[in-house]
């Protein structure tokens, strides 16, 4: 029978985890005998933990993994009857051993550290930690709120959280003070959240830093898109990239639902044809 998967990136939490749970399945019964309890005490639980979906691949990266699952084996794992075993898998393979385990049944217990794109490739073979969590009263107040929220989903109409965030990858944007100062624009704000600082200001305040050689902007008739000798925004920001995959499903995490959201509209804006470059072009 296929074993339910987590996505789980916090390691630490999932090995005190499935120390409670391994825990109570060798006390469960009070009624066995003296020697079936001693061998279930024996008996070793083997957590096998994936990596492979992101980063943890490199070799400097490997030997840290090693280290710590040499550590928890000789102390905690000892004390407590489990073993951990790294398999680490090169991300050009990942997604293909992934599916090669789960088909033969022998599917990791933990996987990570895992993005967007690989829970969404393999959206239901991961556990709702939900329950675990409530279970053993993990306070997840440390984690922010929103990081939570990203690793929850919606699967056949019931929400799952599938993982705990290790790691996230914020977002800075940098600005010309003096090409500000030049169009006349007010700075963009250095505390977050300000309600009025949206994508769609920064797709306004773009076009008109947008310059031409002949000083038009993308707000003009004539602007030449080809011809560009200032651009007002520059770069990609993966933030809209991450909402807009992260809502790539319908209600029932099924269906591809592109478009649906806002989220859609500023994941186009790095886009040829959705750029601050393309209202118009002069023939």
């Known amino acids: 029978m296929k074993r339910t998967l987590t996505v789980v990136l916090s390691l630490l939490l999932c090995f005190a985890m499935i120390m409670v749970v391994s825990c109570n399945k060798g006390s469960s019964s009070s009624s066995g005998s003296a020697a079936s309890s001693k061998a279930a005490a024996k008996e070793k639980v083997k957590i096998q933990i994936m990596v492979g979906f992101g980063t943890g691949t490199d070799p400097s990266q490997i030997s840290v993994h090693e280290q710590l699952q040499n550590e928890f084996n000789n102390t905690i794992g000892k004390e ?5 075993e790294f398999l680490t898998v090169p991300y050009a393979d990942a997604a293909t051993k992934f ?7 022998m599917s990791p217990d933990i996987c990570g550290p895992v993005g967007i794109m690989g829970v969404a490739q393999f959206i239901d073979e991961w556990l709702d930690l ?33 993982g705990l965030p290790i790691g996230y990858y914020p977002s800075a944007l940098f600005y010309n003070e003096d090409i500000y ?20 200001k920064l797709y306004e305040q773009a076009r008109i830093m947008t310059i031409d050689q002949w000083g038009s902007t993308p707000n003009d008739e004539d602007f030449d898109m080809d011809n560009v000798v200032q651009y007002g925004y520059d770069g990609t920001d993966w933030s809209p990239w ?23 509209k500023t994941a186009t804006m790095n886009s040829r044809s959705g750029s601050v470059l393309s209202l118009s072009s002069r023939e």
Do not use: C, H
């Open 80 to 84: 407590k009857g489990i073993e951990v």
């Open 99 to 105: 599916t090669t385990l789960v088909a033969a049944g």
């Open 130 to 162: 939900t329950p675990y969590l409530q279970k053993d009263k993990i306070d997840l107040s440390v984690y922010d709120d929103n990081l939570i929220e990203s690793n929850r989903y919606v699967v056949d109409g019931q929400s799952k959280l599938v």
């Open 181 to 200: 100062d030049r169009a006349g624009l007010e700075y963009p704000p250095a505390k977050w959240g300000t309600p009025d600082w949206t994508y769609d």
């Open 242 to 264: 991450r909402a807009w995959v992260g809502k790539f499903f319908d209600e029932n995490g099924k269906s591809v639902a592109l478009g649906m959201t806002d989220d859609y």
